[in-house]
């Protein structure tokens, strides 16, 4: 069996880094540029305009090789600016899509719930008003009547507690009439 090569993961992500560019703040990110004059720092709109500069220096003073290097080296920068405002725009491209798709939604779910509405408010308005009355006792129903409509319900009086006797906790037993005597 063979055995992992922990080494061959990273090989082939070397190649990938170019096609997964973050751009996130490429505009203010501050670069190091090694130029033929030395190294130039600052963000990519102050490398362009110093190597402009160095550019207009060298084909004032007659030296023409300098000045195409030094502006190829401004182009560059000038590259990489425009790219990240591509990926700026797109985004916000993108999220203006999404800000408008997502308003468009609430407005139809607005739309739907008030259509709800005005549908519940005028199923209650074809609803007669009055309710039916129920029937009472002495009228007749279809409803069958059982021993309990009939039979009066008992009262139950609260049981008194006793703070004279000893414990407090015993309670004196129920005087709730007794329904069976009362029925014989």
Request: proline share 6%; aromatic share 2%.
């Amino acid at each position: 069996m063979r055995q992992p090569n922990k080494n061959r993961s990273r090989k082939n992500n070397r190649g990938n880094n170019n096609n997964n560019k973050n751009v996130g703040n490429m505009t203010n990110r501050v670069f190091d540029s090694s130029g033929p004059e030395g190294k130039v720092r600052g963000t990519p709109a102050q490398i362009v305009e110093k190597y402009q500069t160095l550019a207009r220096d060298a084909q004032l003073s007659g030296d023409r090789v300098n000045a195409e290097n030094f502006l190829q080296h401004s182009e560059h920068y000038a590259r990489l600016m425009a790219e990240a405002q591509r990926q700026i725009d797109a985004q916000n491209a993108k999220r203006e899509a999404e800000q408008a798709e997502r308003q468009q939604r609430e407005a139809e779910q607005a739309e739907r719930a008030a259509a709800e509405q005005a549908e519940r408010q005028k199923r209650e308005a074809d609803q007669p008003e009055s309710e039916p009355e129920a029937p009472t006792k002495g009228e007749d129903s279809n409803l069958v009547n059982t021993p309990e409509e009939d039979a009066p319900k008992p009262r139950r009086t609260r049981s008194r507690r006793s703070n004279r006797s000893g414990g407090g906790d015993e309670a004196q037993p129920d005087s709730t009439p007794d329904t069976t005597a009362a029925e014989a």
